[in-house]
């Protein structure tokens, strides 16, 4: 239960939720108009020959009546002073007027017009209460009250769901894999960047750093596997069976030259990779022995820094750093 305009909430546990809007609207009503003083504004017509303004000779002189919203409460006869109480007036907005009168006009012949003793103009932006009004003539005091007249209620229904299981991440030397028993999507992450393309069931580490992978569920839920740290890429290496005896040029722009020597007869493959480890390009090469010269075509990627991979067909791999500009 919150009476805020805005409301943020928490939930513990998966399930169907109603939230219910309870919205009770009030109307301003004018519940009494009182006139404290009549001093002036009244008096010189002929129904007002015994007055002088602000001293009766004989009597009390004022006939006072209001006009306020389309309502016109009763003349008060010989009274300077009056509440009209009981009132339910609804002020149909926060500024409304209304006019203080003295009634005249009791002899149609001779008599003479009503005297208006006052225009006012009154705003209730501070709700409910008692407003003083006041001119030469007269002063008093209007009172305004909140009255419930609607009642309404509004439901949302809100669905928790049960967070994807966690995924079980292994490793087996530079390659790492999930269990995903049911089914969900994949992305794979490198020192907190998205690996881009990489939503597959196992990942091949191209180079050292934090590794961890998130599931994602058909309702947009996810979960996140522990990470694990990667520090020895490429200890698997093929110094035994081959070497890179050199790659140039380093930093590179449109080609980079790689010359190989295998002792042994490979099949290997040549990867570019960016940062996060994604390939970019990767060329196979097949039965390769002794001395051998590669031409990559780098001209395609963007400024930056990258990783050449060699990896022969026992697995052993061997990564260089390579700079394009």
């Given at each position: 239960t919150y009476t805020d305009k805005t409301v943020?909430?928490?939930?513990?546990?998966?399930?169907?939720y109603d939230i219910v809007l309870e919205t009770t609207v009030y109307n301003y009503v004018v519940t009494e108009l009182c006139i404290n003083e009549i001093t002036d504004g009244?008096?010189?017509?002929?129904e007002e020959a015994l007055c002088?303004?602000?001293t009766p000779v004989v009597g009390v002189c004022p006939d006072p009546f209001v006009t306020i919203i389309g309502n016109t409460l009763p003349t008060e006869n010989g009274a300077d002073n009056h509440c009209w109480s009981g009132l339910s007036i609804a002020t149909g907005g926060l500024n409304f007027d209304f006019t203080v009168w003295d009634e005249d006009e009791f002899l149609p012949v001779v008599g003479s017009p009503n005297d208006n003793l006052g225009d006012f103009s009154i705003n209730i932006a501070n709700g409910a209460g008692n407003y003083p009004f006041s001119n030469g003539n007269l002063s008093g005091s209007l009172t305004i009250s909140a009255v419930q007249s609607l009642v309404t209620n509004d439901t949302l229904t809100v669905t928790v769901y049960e967070d994807p299981e966690e995924p079980s991440l292994s490793q087996d030397v530079n390659e790492l894999s999930i269990t995903n028993n049911n089914g969900y999507t994949v992305?794979?992450?490198m020192n907190g960047n998205e690996i881009m393309g990489e939503s597959g069931d196992t990942y091949e580490v191209a180079a050292d750093g934090d590794y961890y992978a998130v599931f994602t569920d058909a309702n947009g839920c996810t979960s996140t596997s522990p990470t694990i740290a990667i520090t020895f890429v490429g200890t698997n290496d093929i110094d035994t069976e081959a070497s890179i005896s050199k790659l140039y040029p380093n930093p590179a722009t449109n080609q980079v030259f790689i010359e190989m020597e295998y002792f042994e007869t490979h099949d290997a493959v040549i990867r570019i990779m960016d940062i996060t480890g994604r390939t970019i390009l990767s060329e196979n090469k097949t039965n390769q022995f002794g001395n051998q010269k590669y031409e990559i075509d780098i001209q395609t990627l963007n400024s930056g820094l990258y990783f050449v991979q060699i990896t022969l067909d026992n697995g052993a791999t061997k990564t260089q750093k390579l700079s394009v500009r």
């Open positions: 943020s909430y928490a939930y513990n546990a998966p399930g169907t009244y008096c010189g017509d002929v002088s303004c602000g992305q794979w992450f």
